[in-house]
Structure formats: C-alpha cells, structure tokens
C-alpha cells in the first residue's frame, strides 16, 4: 500500500475531491490506488461488451485476482459469452464470478421472456440491477468502464463516486478517456475487439435490446432503439450519487 495513501471508511462521505483532483487524467494511477487496498475490497464489474478489453487489460496488469463480476442474464448474444471466456483466458484472471438473476424471480416475474418488451426498466432491475447488487453486497465499491464520452447521464461523470444509499465507491478510471483513446490502447497492446463490434455493434447489451448503430449515430444509439431509456438503472438512480462536495 501507498504509504501516503488515505484510509477512506465505506461509510464516510470524504475525499470524494481529494481523489478525483489527485488522479484527473491517470486512469492507470486511479486503478493502482484502488488496488493497493486504500479503498478497502472492490469488485471490477465488466459486460465483457465492446469497449470491455481496456479496463480490463489495465487491471490486468495489476491484479488479476481481483473479483471479476460478469452479469450473465440469461438475454446475452452468445458472442459476448464467447468473448468473456476468450478473454478472460488471454488477460489470466484468475476469479471471474459469472452471476445471473435469481431462477425464482424469473419465473415469478418473467416466465416468458418477455418482460423486455412490456416494461423493459422492471427487465433491467430484474435480471441486471439487483442481480449485481447482492453480488457486491460484501465489497466496499466496484471499478466500472463507464466514459464521459457515452453521452447522457454519463456526461458529467467524475473518476470516483459515492452511492448514498449503500456507502459504495465507485470508481470510473476511464472516465475522461475518448473513443480514440480506447482505440489506440487496443491497437498498442493487440487486444481482441468483440466480434460484433465489427458487424456495426458498438455498444452491446442484451441480444433483444440492442441493434446495431448507423453511420453517425450516437455509439449507444442501438441500445433500447426507439424507447425513452438510456441505462439499465445499475448506474444512476436519482439522489443516490454524489460525485461532490457541491453535490452532497
């Protein structure tokens, strides 16, 4: 551990400034704090999706025992279940945690499979949301891939957060990264791009709701196509993050 690294309670809301003004433009910086056991426990949270192999390689480097949560949801392309064992092989992460929604609620709530066409935000919550909320129950935040670049909610994104209601950092190394930047990180280390990626794929979530972006489309534009949602609700609900001091 850095020796003047600063103890931060799960809890407290402190240092949220602190970190985000001391590691501003070093993802690679952000990521080795956050290993070095500063923050106590955290899980990387990976969709193993189109821009997934960067943050990935990056922790890599670091710790590759680091829990590796993985939210299979049962709606996912084949080629992204692919691509995860694929590269979780070649990167040599040793605890890659494969989770899924609950059997039971599925057939309560979702018999059919076809909850994503009535009221695909209940969908999200189902098989993503609390799925990946009991999985990080026992850790004291998660590193996520999430880019300012993404465009909505995503916009005024900062490298560390807190959720109010859980007491959870989460920490965004790659949050001031553009898409040349992630483009020419894969290039300069040889990592493979997930194959739908080149059949128009940008973004890639679940098989049923995501569709493939046009020529100057916005990267996230197949995702949802035509619905007035933009996340899946694991990231941002209203009143829970505070990204600052002005925001607390």
């Known amino acids: 551990m850095q020796p003047d690294a600063p103890q931060i309670s799960k809890r407290r809301l402190a240092d949220i400034d602190t970190l985000n003004a001391r590691f501003e433009n070093d993802a690679e910086g952000a990521i080795r704090f956050s290993l070095s056991g500063a923050l106590g426990p955290l899980a990387l949270v990976s969709s193993f999706g189109g821009e997934s192999a960067v943050l990935l390689h990056m922790v890599a480097q670091v710790d590759r025992g680091i829990p590796v949560i993985f939210i299979d949801t049962m709606m996912l392309f084949a080629e992204t279940l692919a691509y995860q064992e694929a590269l979780t092989r070649q990167l040599g992460f040793t605890d890659v945690r494969r989770i899924h929604p609950s059997r039971v609620e599925l057939f309560l709530n979702d018999p059919d499979a076809m909850l994503h066409s009535a009221d695909p935000d209940t969908c999200c919550d189902l098989r993503k949301t609390r799925t990946l909320a009991s999985a990080l129950a026992d850790f004291n935040g ?19 957060e807190r959720d109010l209601k859980t007491g959870q950092i989460k920490v965004n190394p790659l949050a001031e990264y553009e898409a040349d930047d992630l483009r020419v990180y894969m290039e300069r280390h040889d990592l493979p791009r997930h194959p739908l990626v080149a059949r128009g794929y940008p973004s890639i979530g679940c098989a049923p709701c995501t569709t493939p972006a046009g020529a100057g489309e916005h990267p996230r534009a197949g995702r949802w196509r035509g619905q007035d949602k933009i996340e899946c609700g694991i990231h941002v609900e209203q009143g829970r993050i505070v990204r600052s001091r002005a925001a607390s």
């Open 142 to 160: 998660w590193i996520s891939g999430r880019k300012r670049f993404q465009g909505g909610q995503r916009a005024g994104l900062e490298m560390f």
